[in-house]
């Protein structure tokens, strides 16, 4: 028999044993659970027939139109069941844990595979994963462009902190130049999946490092439950001088296209001025990304900091750094909050 299980069991599970959704392929690409394998009952077309009869004529005829579509399928079904499960195992779920995975789940047990059904489906596995943010402690990495937030933020995992990578997870970089040599962005619904899915594997009663964001990362957007807790959690802002700030940025911009960077430059013409607009595509052409990268710091600096201006300014901690060297300043990041912040109540 099949066995219906939570949430937080599910992916302990799915460490080991893979996923199957059995939602229409068009319900998939939109959004999964990290990993999962789409094995379609229906194709996009067969749904909408179904759900039509459904509708028009009620639930009978709807389920007999769906045994007359998936009859031929189901030698299919089990030969891929087989060749996918492990130790004869495979988790399943639909959109709400219903017939679509129930008919499914029989079918691999039928074939002597050992099925665990997502109770509740996809739309519990949404719910409860939003629910688990609100129950972090964050500690929110900031600074001004050109900090090395990331880099050092990727330091800070490898220390054996628990931490989130916002950009990384998005495929971009947060800024108008954020897409440059990034693969595709997903859809929003499947960036916010990706980071669900990694927040399971977090330890509540510690805290969770994530880097200071606006509420959209290029195309995607952060779930409201996750900005709105950024937003109250303190700032451990990297303080670092300009000069190094921009020979970050300058060694960023060196492998791209100049035409890429123009492009990009044209997109913030307004908000940049004319007059800056014009000399960073003057230091583009010459070769000068120096004062390209200074001039677009102009920009970013006085976004950053209007942004930082809405919170609260106690819960805002500066941390001095001497230099551009994000290993040794996540050492020296962890020692300051293990030794002065953690103690706070937040």
């Not at 199957?20 to 068009?26: I, L, M, N, Y």
């Not at 693969?183 to 510690?206: A, I, R, T, V």
């Amino acid at each position: 028999m099949s066995e219906k299980i939570g949430v937080a069991d599910f992916y302990n599970l799915s460490k080991e044993i893979p996923i199957v959704d059995v939602r229409s392929p068009k319900e998939f690409e939109l959004g999964h659970i990290s990993g999962a394998n789409n094995i379609p009952i229906f194709t996009n077309d067969e749904r909408e027939i179904v759900g039509t009869t459904y509708k028009q004529e009620g639930r009978e005829p709807a389920v007999l139109k769906g045994l007359e579509i998936v009859g031929s399928k189901l030698k299919e079904f089990a030969d891929i069941s087989r060749k996918l499960s492990v130790k004869n195992k495979l988790l399943i779920h639909c959109w709400r844990g219903g017939m679509r995975s129930s008919s499914m789940a029989w079918l691999f047990e039928t074939v002597g595979i050992k099925t665990y059904i997502l109770e509740g489906g996809y739309k519990a596995f949404r719910k409860y994963t939003k629910n688990h943010l609100t129950k972090s402690k964050l500690l929110v990495l900031g600074g001004l462009t050109g900090s090395g937030k990331t880099e050092t933020l990727l330091e800070i995992r490898n220390k054996g902190e628990q931490v989130i990578n916002l950009e990384g997870i998005a495929n971009h970089r947060g800024s108008v130049f954020g897409a440059l040599g990034q693969k595709s962005q997903l859809s929003n619904e499947q960036f916010e999946n990706n980071l669900l899915y990694q927040w399971l594997s977090f330890d509540l009663s510690k805290p969770i490092w994530i880097e200071d964001e606006s509420h959209s990362i290029g195309s995607n957007w952060l779930p409201d439950e996750l900005f709105k807790l950024m937003r109250k959690s303190p700032v451990i802002k990297i303080e670092i001088d300009k000069e190094n700030r921009v020979n970050r940025l300058v060694n960023e911009y060196a492998g791209f296209d100049k035409k890429e960077l123009e492009n990009c430059i044209v997109r913030i013409g307004k908000r940049l001025g004319g007059q800056n607009v014009k000399q960073a595509l003057k230091s583009l052409k010459n070769g000068d990304l120096y004062n390209f990268a200074d001039l677009v710091l102009k920009y970013y600096d006085k976004s950053y900091l209007f942004g930082l201006e809405k919170r609260n300014k106690n819960s805002i901690y500066p941390v001095y750094f001497e230099s551009d060297d994000p290993q040794k300043n996540a050492c020296i990041l962890i020692d300051f909050v293990h030794e002065k912040l953690l103690s706070l109540s937040y």
